[in-house]
T-cell receptor
């Protein structure tokens, strides 16, 4: 079946440095790619998303890039802060018959070292 | 709006018992999703509803699991009988649209089956 691979599973960076999380997807028809942040004890929360007609999108310290040819997309966090510590999930939309759904990556635990 | 509400937040039960998880979606959202999260399998979509009608239940692991949405403001996920391997965090999420729209997650129910 369709899947989304996410790397790395754990990422530790020094406060103030940048963090990059990468995902690859298998369905060439996927056209929506959200990123969710999950803090301890909470449900995932959308932080940024990108659609297939756009190559890059930025929102303050967060950016997402999409390469449809290679079928991969990445999350970039600059000037990392302690509150960025969380688990980050990527996802890609897929169509199964008449139904759509999101396929989720396995998650990346981001640790910001003070 | 108070966001997606789930109850209980924690549930500990013995193997063989019936478990009922509850969810109140955000008012006006047409879609409701039930997810299960474990360390081994990550975030899995179990079932989703559109306007109270189940659309895709292909993620429901087996007949012991059932979900209902009797009205637009309430849904239940029932496990009968429960087994230790059902131990996980169960999330409910709601969305205005199916694709390309944010899914708003509840805080989750942590289920432990002993």
């Amino acid at each position: 079946g369709e899947n989304v691979e996410q790397h790395p599973s754990t990422l530790s960076v020094q406060e103030g440095d940048s963090a990059v999380i990468k995902c690859t997807y298998s369905d060439s028809a996927s056209n929506y790619f959200p990123w969710y942040k999950q803090e301890l004890g909470k449900g995932p929360q959308l932080i940024i998303d990108i659609r297939s007609n756009v190559g890059e999108k930025k929102d303050q310290r967060i950016a997402v890039t999409l390469n449809k040819t290679a079928k991969h997309f990445s999350l970039h966090i600059t000037e990392t802060q302690p509150e960025d510590s969380a688990v980050y999930f990527c996802a890609a939309s897929i169509r199964q018959g008449s139904n759509y759904q999101l396929i989720w990556g396995a998650g990346t635990k981001l640790i910001i070292k003070p | 709006d108070a966001g997606v509400i789930q109850s209980p937040r924690h549930e500990v039960t013995e193997m063989g018992q019936e478990v009922t998880l509850r969810c109140k979606p955000i008012s006006g959202h047409d879609y409701l999703f039930w997810y299960r999260q474990t360390m081994m399998r990550g975030l899995e979509l179990l079932i989703y509803f559109n306007n109270n009608v189940p659309i895709d239940d292909s993620g429901m692991p087996e007949d012991r699991f059932s979900a209902k949405m009797p009205n637009a403001s309430f849904s239940t996920l029932k496990i009968q009988p429960s087994e230790p391997r059902d131990s996980a965090v169960y999330f409910c999420a709601s969305s205005l649209r199916l694709v390309s729209h944010e899914q708003y997650f509840g805080p989750g129910t942590r289920l432990t089956v002993t």
